[in-house]
């Protein structure tokens, strides 16, 4: 079983960025499928971003062309490169692994189809 350890969060203004980082207790290439997800207040957790290890990414329309998930050669380290935060990007982030998906031609990004989950980092963007 992976777990998983979420830094990077803090507080920005609106148009600043962050990067997130999500440490593995192990390599997980070709064992786990891995992915962005947030929760703010009052909401359902809410898929982010998600990535296989033969580099195919999906992301949540919300956060298209400003969000970029990537992972380190080794499978250790996912990242999360978020440029132009709006204050509705404010959230509990957290990085989350499921069994590999292999070479299905569809990602999930669903908080339901990922079993291991990291405590989660706060961001919080200011207006």
């Known amino acids: 079983r992976v777990q998983l350890v979420e830094s990077g969060g803090g507080s920005v203004q609106t148009g600043g960025s962050l990067r997130l980082s999500c440490a593995a207790s192990?390599?997980?290439?070709?064992?786990?499928?891995l992915g962005w997800f947030r929760q703010a207040p009052g909401k359902e957790r809410e898929g982010v971003a998600v990535i296989n290890d033969d580099g195919r990414t999906r992301y949540a329309d919300a956060v298209k062309g400003r969000f970029t998930i990537s992972q380190d050669n080794a499978g250790t380290t996912l990242y999360l490169q978020m440029n132009s935060l709006k204050p509705e990007d404010t959230a509990m982030y957290y990085c989350?692994?499921?069994?590999?998906?292999?070479?299905?031609?569809?990602?999930?990004?669903?908080?339901?189809?990922?079993?291991?989950w990291g405590q989660g980092t706060q961001v919080t963007v200011s207006s």
């Open positions: 192990r390599s997980t290439y070709r064992l786990y499928t």
């Open positions: 989350a692994a499921r069994p590999w998906i292999g070479r299905a031609p569809l990602i999930p990004l669903g908080p339901n189809a990922y079993s291991y």
